[in-house]
């Protein structure tokens, strides 16, 4: 049976002051697709430069991912900061350690 990979994801913009949640199955090029879209109205995260990885978790199945990808959307700030320093408590961006591996 083949193992599948699914993320749920929070990103910031370069200060720091916007956090963006969402879910995918493949996070470097996500992440990507976030650098790029930078500065774009169109989307969220493009319009406040959330491309900064500060926090991400694996899911083996889509529908476990989803349900956290909702549940986190419903936290307030402070929890989903909380959250964030619990695994990166010098929030570094951790876009280069992810398209290492």
């Given at each position: 049976?083949?193992?599948?990979?699914?993320f749920?994801?929070i990103t910031?913009?370069?200060k720091?002051?916007?956090l963006?949640i969402?879910m995918?199955n493949d996070?470097?090029?996500r992440?990507d697709?976030h650098?790029?879209?930078?500065?774009?109205?169109?989307?969220?995260?493009?319009r406040?430069?959330c491309?900064?990885l500060l926090?991400?978790?694996?899911?083996?199945?889509?529908?476990?991912?989803?349900d956290?990808?909702?549940?986190l959307?419903?936290?307030?700030?402070s929890?989903?900061?909380a959250?964030?320093k619990?695994i990166?408590?010098?929030?570094?961006?951790l876009n280069d350690e992810i398209?290492?591996?």
């Open positions: 049976m083949k193992s599948h990979n699914y749920v994801y910031t913009n370069p720091k002051t916007v963006y969402g995918t996070l470097p090029r992440l697709e650098t790029l879209n930078s500065g774009s109205p169109i989307t969220f995260a493009g406040y430069h491309f900064n926090y991400f978790e694996r899911f083996a199945q889509v529908a476990h991912a989803i956290r990808e909702k549940e959307k419903k936290w307030s700030r929890k989903k900061e959250l964030i619990r990166n408590p010098e929030w570094k961006f398209k290492e591996d």
